[in-house]
């Protein structure tokens, strides 16, 4: 899973010889319905809530409320990342 524009910005960046990482916070699900049963969907918990979210009401606060649940989480991922992004660097040096 990736965010919608991260997929062409690594590609870009990647042919200009950058090294890249992306990370996406999923705060919202859309899944398509679709007349396809021979796609595995077993891996989808409780499918047709999650295909059914926008039909429920989902809206833009609660988009952001979920990824303020998270900001935590994230400064904590982030601020390991960098430590450890910062010793392999001291170590090339």
């Known amino acids: 899973m990736?965010?919608?524009s991260s997929p062409p910005e690594v590609i870009v960046a990647?042919?200009?010889g950058m090294r890249c990482f992306s990370l996406a916070l999923v705060t919202n699900v859309c899944?398509?319905?679709d007349d396809d049963t021979s796609k595995d969907k077993a891996d989808l918990e409780n499918s047709s809530d999650v295909a059914s979210g926008a039909e429920k009401g989902l809206n833009h606060?609660?988009?952001?409320?979920a990824g303020l649940c998270q900001a935590e989480n994230i400064q904590l991922f982030f601020?390991?990342?960098i430590?450890?992004?910062g010793k392999t660097v001291l170590r090339r040096n």
Do not use: D, P
């Open 14 to 16: 990647r042919q200009c």
């Open 79 to 81: 601020r390991g990342f």
């Open 83 to 85: 430590t450890e992004i």
């Open 61 to 65: 606060e609660q988009v952001l409320n």
């Open 2 to 4: 990736s965010g919608m």
């Open 31 to 33: 899944i398509v319905k």
